[in-house]
């Protein structure tokens, strides 16, 4: 007698499965990651309700057709109003719960297979200026006299020196940051991978004042709290450099008509470390965009000469010329 074919997972099981257990556990994705999965997962589920006119209970694997996907991106796109990078990301998040439901309900595997064809949109990459150095030494200015004037110009000065994203910058706790010895910093980065960024003498003077002003800070307190003591937010940070461009203008007017977020912050690293003669793969390492193919990272001497080549504040600089490749380096960070 033939064994019974065992019954398939149904829709349910598989998306509980797929949060609880592959992004969780298996792929050790970061909460972070996790929840922009989620909310992709519940603006579709919200869709296919009114759609196919049943619970998300009921559904079933087979009925996420391409036609559906291809509704809801458009959906996301003229009455959501998503960008095309949104858009992308969302049928990333849809990709990704195919790919591993196939796998589990082999019945629907034709149909996942058909679906998994909706293909991504092109867009054009927006153009992420970056600054000059007077700009950038008029942004980070002098600290005042002030708890919060302190932190920020340490804020402002660390992400000029590490080319740290927000994210990076406002994880950094009081034990990451390495001030004996080769002073550097320890950054956790997108996929929770991890780095180590020189730091300059000047910046090791800075925390120290900092760490003096603050003996209440512990091992693992925030380098750059709030006021209540907690990690500083995106917003916060935004915020901090908006005040830090108004005063800037006095000396600098011309950065009053520029759009200038923390990620131009950061491409003015790039961009002056290329300026100072810096390899474009060191850089790439630097900032955080090495490959998982590339096993070996830039270890902390190389990463030390490259800081060498960048002056500090108060250093003069060479005039440079840019090369080519700039413009295609720039687009890709």
């Known amino acids: 007698m033939r064994k019974a074919t065992p019954k398939p997972p149904s829709f349910a099981a598989l998306a509980q499965a797929f949060f609880a257990e592959h992004l969780q556990q298996q792929r050790a994705m970061s909460p972070r990651?996790?929840?922009?999965?989620?909310?992709?997962?519940?603006?579709?589920?919200?869709?296919?309700k009114s759609r196919l006119r049943k619970q998300p209970t009921a559904m079933r694997l087979c009925e996420i057709t391409p036609s559906l996907i291809l509704a809801f991106l458009d959906h996301l796109e003229r009455e959501r109003g998503n960008s095309v990078r949104s858009r992308n990301a969302r049928l990333a998040a849809l990709r990704a719960f195919l790919k591993f439901a196939g796998r589990h309900d082999v019945t629907a595997l034709h149909v996942v297979e058909q679906a998994l064809s909706v293909p991504m949109k092109r867009f054009e990459r927006p153009m992420v200026g970056f600054l000059t150095r007077e700009e950038m030494l008029a942004i980070i200015g002098e600290p005042g006299s002030s708890w919060t004037s302190q932190r920020d110009h340490l804020l402002l000065r660390m992400l000029y020196n590490t080319g740290a994203r927000v994210s990076e910058i406002i994880a950094i706790k009081v034990a990451d940051v390495v001030l004996d010895g080769a002073a550097c910093v320890h950054l956790r980065g997108k996929g929770r991978k991890q780095r180590t960024v020189p730091l300059w003498r000047s910046t090791v003077k800075q925390i120290k004042a900092w760490l003096k002003?603050?003996?209440?800070?512990?091992?693992?307190?925030?380098?750059?709290?709030?006021?209540?003591?907690?990690?500083?937010?995106?917003?916060?940070?935004?915020?901090?450099?908006?005040?830090?461009?108004?005063?800037?203008?006095?000396?600098?007017?011309?950065?009053?008509?520029?759009?200038?977020?923390?990620?131009?912050?950061?491409?003015?690293?790039?961009?002056?470390?290329?300026?100072?003669?810096?390899?474009?793969?060191?850089?790439?390492?630097?900032?955080?965009?090495?490959?998982?193919v590339t096993t070996h990272q830039a270890d902390l001497a190389m990463k030390e000469r490259a800081l060498a080549k960048l002056h500090e504040p108060d250093a003069a600089l060479r005039r440079y010329r840019a090369p080519d490749s700039l413009v295609e380096f720039l687009k890709a960070l």
Not at 225 to 254: E, F, H, I, S, Y
Request: proline residues 7%; without cysteine.
């Open 33 to 48: 990651t996790v929840a922009a999965y989620r909310d992709a997962f519940v603006l579709f589920l919200d869709f296919a």
């Open 213 to 292: 002003l603050n003996p209440q800070f512990e091992p693992n307190s925030p380098l750059l709290p709030n006021r209540d003591g907690n990690a500083m937010t995106r917003n916060n940070v935004a915020q901090r450099l908006a005040l830090a461009l108004k005063t800037a203008t006095a000396a600098q007017p011309q950065l009053a008509k520029r759009r200038i977020s923390p990620h131009t912050v950061r491409h003015t690293t790039a961009m002056h470390l290329l300026q100072s003669s810096v390899d474009i793969t060191v850089i790439a390492l630097w900032l955080g965009h090495e490959s998982p």
